[in-house]
């Protein structure tokens, strides 16, 4: 049974709140790890936020979804899915950067679209942040209610070094 209406309302608005917070806090910070060599290390989310913004484990950086958020003014980059893609895409540099890790890195994406119609459009943006030779395994669904009433909203993962499990340069 779904929750009342205002119920899920509040509960979209509070995410959407965290999301934001998250972009606005992360935007330009090294990359903190914690955990030991052993476990996974995690790349914290601020002001408490229930998720890490990435984990490292096992030689794979997972990256938590990312939407169109521009961390300058902590709005979406337009209302358009071209703008917010490349914003997002770009989000998800910056979160690579911080690992020390490129594009190229990536080997696996979900992308979740408010619109399946926003399907070629998300496309052309997308392959612009890739190699030919180096796109990713991807999955694509369509989602209602994605926080701030995004467009879409993108998870990546992207592998580490394989000769020791710590981030390098790709």
Known sequence: ????RPLR?????ILSAACLLLTLAVAGRPAPVSGGQAGPRYDPAPAG????????YRGVLYLSGEIGVDPKTGKLAGPDIRAQARQAMENIKATLARHRLTMDAVFKCTVMLADMADWPAFNRVYVTYFRPDRLPARSAFG??????GGRLEIECRAAL?????KEKTR
Request: charged fraction near 20%; charge should be positive.
């Open 1 to 4: 049974m779904n929750p009342p």
């Open 9 to 13: 309302s509040t509960r979209l608005r």
């Open 49 to 56: 936020l229930p998720f890490s913004k990435a984990v490292a």
């Open 143 to 148: 989602a209602a209610g994605l926080a701030l």
């Open 161 to 165: 070094s394989e000769q020791d499990g």
